[in-house]
């Protein structure tokens, strides 16, 4: 696609339920970031996938929170036992590769309410 | 790791006034240095960046200038206008690490009076 796609948009979740987000980068992009963004905070890093490497996880706040890049392409965050602290925007973001091109472009967010 | 810091928290400005957004960066490896724009209810944006062996790239009103010896970067808006108005972050990363990943600053929100 032209740009990065989130879905969904928003999400209304229970306290306790699991929920996955999912991103889709730009077609041949080879990093992927997810980075989460509290009401009117500033954005934390969650994870990073960059090709076949292993990802860098050292953001990611609880073992609750766990992510996937399938085939290098589609990633999905997901959420276990959703807690209301994890009410926020999860927002992804692709670039092209680490050193020549590393402009990340990002998608829209998916607002995640929990209740 | 990296950590970023970014100042003001706000700042609102007169329309065709200059704004000014500084940061600071700890990690003296960071090589390049990204600036986003975020509208109410959007991803951010990028809309300036530069890389760390120049000193200042423009971009029509838009300026970024980078001191790596006191490890500072700044945004600079000249000739601001209403819809310069959203929030604005730095960010600062490695690109040549291989655990290379973008650290943001705490963001500016950035206000133009008509």
């Known amino acids: 696609g032209a740009g990065v796609s989130q879905s969904p948009s928003n999400k209304v979740t229970e306290k306790g339920k699991d929920v996955e987000l999912r991103c889709d980068p730009i077609?041949?992009?080879?990093?992927l970031y997810w980075y989460r963004q509290s009401l009117g905070q500033g954005l934390e890093f969650l994870i990073y996938?960059?090709?076949?490497?292993?990802?860098?996880k050292s953001g990611l706040p609880s073992d609750r929170f766990s992510a996937e890049r399938t085939g290098g392409s589609v990633s999905t965050l997901t959420i276990q036992r959703t807690q209301q602290e994890d009410s926020a925007v999860y927002l992804c973001?692709?670039?092209?590769?680490?050193?020549?091109?590393?402009?990340?472009?990002f998608g829209q967010g998916t607002r995640l309410t929990v209740v | 790791g990296e950590n970023v810091e970014q100042h003001p928290s706000t700042l609102s400005v007169q329309e065709g006034d200059s704004a000014v957004i500084k940061c600071t960066y700890s990690?003296?490896?960071?090589?390049?240095f990204p600036w986003y724009k975020q509208e109410l209810g959007k991803g951010p944006q990028l809309i300036i960046d530069?890389?760390?062996?120049?000193g200042e790239k423009k971009d029509q009103r838009i300026a970024v200038t980078l001191n790596k010896t006191a490890k500072h970067f700044s945004l600079h808006i000249t000739e601001t206008q209403p819809e310069d108005s959203a929030v604005y972050f730095c960010?600062?990363?490695?690109?040549?690490?291989?655990?290379?990943?973008?650290?943001f600053g705490s963001g500016t929100r950035l206000l133009v009076r008509p």
């Open positions: 973001a692709s670039s092209l590769d680490r050193g020549l091109t590393p402009e990340a472009f």
């Open positions: 077609s041949g992009h080879t990093a």
């Open positions: 996938f960059q090709g076949n490497s292993a990802p860098d």
């Open positions: 990690d003296s490896a960071s090589n390049y």
């Open positions: 530069i890389r760390s062996n120049v």
């Open positions: 960010a600062a990363s490695d690109s040549e690490d291989s655990s290379y990943k973008l650290i």
